[in-house]
């Protein structure tokens, strides 16, 4: 009562709901709140990104996503020079950065863009230039300071801006692009970036300390093509939609390692499926898969799913033309050509790649990329394990009797030899053994073919250096390995040079697709070359002779 008087407790309420009210309005010159921090703090910034981002790098610390920067900078050419000048340390200071902080990097719009959350407590001074150009003052909405960057020329080259808790800088790698990225990234609202299908991906995915997004539809949109090869690589990437990575090099800072994760596109029809399980496994293939060779492809899936899925990706009038054909060999050599030939293979197949034909470089684009696909512009051998020889046997038989002469039959021990010859020149050949075929399309890969049926082996020395052991087994998904040094060389003599400039850092790729019974989820491996990783160069790659190049001799 006493109280309730002398109105000390009136006054204690009212105090309280002053005390509420500045909170829940703010006041000039209070402190922000702590920034966010880890896997939550980065994604957060996904508000600061627009939808029509084209590649997305999320770190959960700045320095993380410096040295991967520094490391791009440094390691490829072509991405060094188009940031030269950039120097990051001016970066950040620029903007108060904070190194322990989540950061995020992108492009879109022709600009690569970086932005991250604030040192709390940190003030720095507006600069007058930066990396070497001219900062003029500009008016952002929400922003605590605007800068945008001109050249000598006075040419706008780049921005940067900060608010109370954020910052961004942009620098164009496009001519004057359309669309100003300061003038809305601190207030993008709905057209910022989606982030939950990134966020599941992190929670399913092995803790790296930098993951990715990347737009497959976007950068689609500059690949260059005619006729089918450019309508299933448009069709492929609009199925895709974002395709997720987490990436980190290993313990001996030789190998970048890659998650990849392929979810589509929610409410999109897609091709990519599951296309089951072989019947078997394959044979020791060491003898095939040794140094030299340029490159390596398992797929392992039920035969008759996989040739559906390959005659989905036909045009009419080739799915036509292929059918035709089927008929007319059922005819003309009276067997079922899908039961027969078809209904033998186990579902494993490997195609090793020994060298480019001459035909790659006259092609570019698409067309380049779909002619190794098709196995039309490399020397191959395809080596695919059956069920029972008699039914293959008996259909190459016939096709010898109707060849007139031009398919030509040898029995040598336990294998039979079948060589497609045309004016005294080798086309392809076949090799028949007991639970395989074996097709190659050279003379080249004739040898590599004959040596491995002479004397198979269980490992060689490119597979324990590289684990390719692991990339060959299993019975589902496939696996891609790529001698990267090699294609270098021959993009650096026979071109195209850009190609072999991007490839500067990297020594070889390794791709395992279908991990975990997952049909969308990839591991990749790139080792780097010793000059960017340290370390003594592999004796195996001492020893490893020249790919071939087309020059060497004709098919």
Not at 61 to 79: F, Y
Not at 214 to 226: C, M, N, P, T, V
Not at 487 to 515: C, D, M, N, S, Y
């Amino acid at each position: 009562m006493n109280m309730m008087r002398s109105g000390v407790l009136p006054r204690g309420v009212g105090a309280l709901l002053v005390l509420v009210l500045v909170a829940g309005a703010g006041c000039e010159g209070c402190q922000p709140p702590a920034p966010p921090t880890g896997q939550e703090g980065v994604l957060l910034l996904g508000e600061m990104i627009p939808q029509t981002a084209q590649v997305v790098v999320f770190a959960e610390e700045l320095a993380s996503l410096e040295s991967a920067l520094n490391g791009v900078m440094d390691r490829a050419p072509v991405v060094g020079e188009a940031l030269e000048g950039v120097v990051l340390d001016e970066v950040w200071s620029s903007v108060g950065a904070g190194a322990g902080l989540p950061a995020v990097g992108y492009l879109a719009h022709g600009q690569v863009v970086l932005a991250g959350w604030r040192e709390p407590g940190v003030e720095v001074e507006a600069p007058s230039a930066l990396w070497g150009m001219e900062a003029r003052a500009h008016e952002v909405e929400g922003a605590r300071r605007a800068l945008r960057l001109h050249d000598a020329q006075g040419e706008l080259q780049g921005w940067a801006v900060v608010d109370a808790r954020r910052w961004a800088v942009g620098w164009f790698v496009e001519d004057k692009p359309k669309t100003r990225l300061d003038e809305v990234v601190l207030a993008l609202g709905e057209r910022s970036l989606e982030v939950e299908g990134h966020r599941r991906f992190l929670t399913t995915s092995q803790a790296r300390p930098i993951s990715a997004m990347i737009s497959a539809g976007r950068l689609a949109e500059g690949l260059s093509g005619k006729g089918q090869a450019g309508v299933l690589a448009q069709r492929m990437a609009r199925e895709l939609g974002w395709v997720h990575l987490r990436a980190g090099l290993d313990a001996t800072r030789r190998q970048v390692e890659l998650e990849v994760g392929t979810p589509g596109v929610r409410g999109v029809a897609t091709s990519i499926e599951d296309l089951g399980e072989a019947a078997g496994d394959l044979p020791p293939v060491g003898g095939l898969v040794r140094p030299g060779v340029l490159g390596a492809v398992r797929i392992s899936a039920s035969p008759e799913r996989f040739v559906e899925f390959v005659r989905a990706t036909l045009s009419a009038d080739d799915r036509l033309r292929l059918d035709q054909w089927i008929e007319e060999l059922d005819e003309e050599l009276r067997v079922d050509v899908m039961g027969d030939v078809i209904g033998q293979l186990t579902g494993q197949a490997l195609v090793v790649i020994y060298g480019l034909e001459s035909s790659f470089f006259e092609q570019e684009g698409i067309e380049a990329l779909a002619a190794v696909v098709r196995l039309k512009s490399t020397r191959d051998a395809v080596l695919l394990p059956i069920k029972e020889r008699r039914p293959v046997e008996d259909m190459l038989n016939s096709l010898t009797q109707v060849s007139r002469g031009k398919l030509q039959r040898q029995v040598i021990r336990h294998m039979i030899q079948y060589a497609w010859i045309e004016d005294g020149e080798l086309k392809w050949a076949l090799i028949l053994g007991d639970d395989h075929v074996l097709l190659v399309d050279s003379a080249v890969a004739f040898d590599h073919a004959n040596r491995w049926e002479r004397s198979p082996q269980t490992e060689g020395d490119l597979m324990e250096g590289r684990g390719i052991d692991a990339m060959l087994a299993g019975r589902s998904g496939g696996g891609i390995y790529v001698e990267l040094g090699a294609l270098r060389g021959i993009f650096e003599e026979k071109g195209p040079e850009e190609l072999a400039r991007w490839l500067t850092p990297f020594e070889a790729v390794k791709v395992r697709a279908g991990v975990g019974e997952r049909v969308d989820r990839a591991e990749v491996v790139l080792w780097l070359e010793d000059a960017w990783a340290g370390g003594e160069p592999s004796a195996a790659a001492d020893q490893a002779p020249t790919p071939a190049t087309g020059d060497e001799e004709p098919k």
